[in-house]
């Protein structure tokens, strides 16, 4: 279980960056509302290892590609090349290689690994109303990836109707990304990265609980299946 996206934290010798502009570190393009809370809660009570980032993606985006021209936001773009440099070997690299390391070691000795990767979304974007509730981002053409990714959703849409569960949406688990990355490095056998993405209208309000305990029970599903299947 990761969370790239799990806090807004701003180290000191850059929070000059956001001077007049702090307001937008607890927006959604600071960090994932809610997201780092319920993956700490799916990984404690599914008993599952955790790695969650706290810096804000607005200073340098784990979840991006060192290509991707959203890695750096514009309070950090415009930074020298050296101090970017230091700003992804330290909070970029740093992460992204012990989560590559675990995954690794534990491919190696049990011969797959899923990796979920917890995330939340804004109900609104460029004008746009998101229409799901709950998201499960995957590749289509990668097994047994898929296969988990079905099974999720159609365990959420089974025992919580209630809330809109949909497959890859509001983007495609295709998109550049942590897993997009990793499934690059690993052979579908090995590696499943999966994606769920949590609408934040739900932030701090009573439904939460419902979909933290559909979630856990859905992952708990999967988890028995996939121990089963091996």
Known sequence: MTCEH???YVPANYRYLFLGHEA?????R????????LAEYLADTLKLPLYVNMITRLLVDSNRSKFNPELYSEFSRSLDPVV?????KKYYTAYRQQVYDWIKEHARKTDSVVHISM????PVLKGETRKADIGILYDDNREPEARIARQLVADLQLNAPQFVTMHNYPYLGTA?????????EFRPKNYSGIEIEVNQKYHNRPEMED????????LRSVMSEETALC
Do not use: M, V
């Open 30 to 37: 600071g960090y994932d509302l809610g997201a780092g809370p």
């Open 84 to 88: 970017k440099k230091f700003l992804l």
């Open 24 to 28: 937008i570190l607890e927006t959604h």
């Open 119 to 122: 995330h939340s979304f804004t």
């Open 6 to 8: 799990a806090g807004n």
């Open 211 to 218: 979909i933290k305990k559909a979630l856990q029970g859905a």
């Open 176 to 184: 550049d990304g942590f897993t997009t990355y990793l499934r690059k």
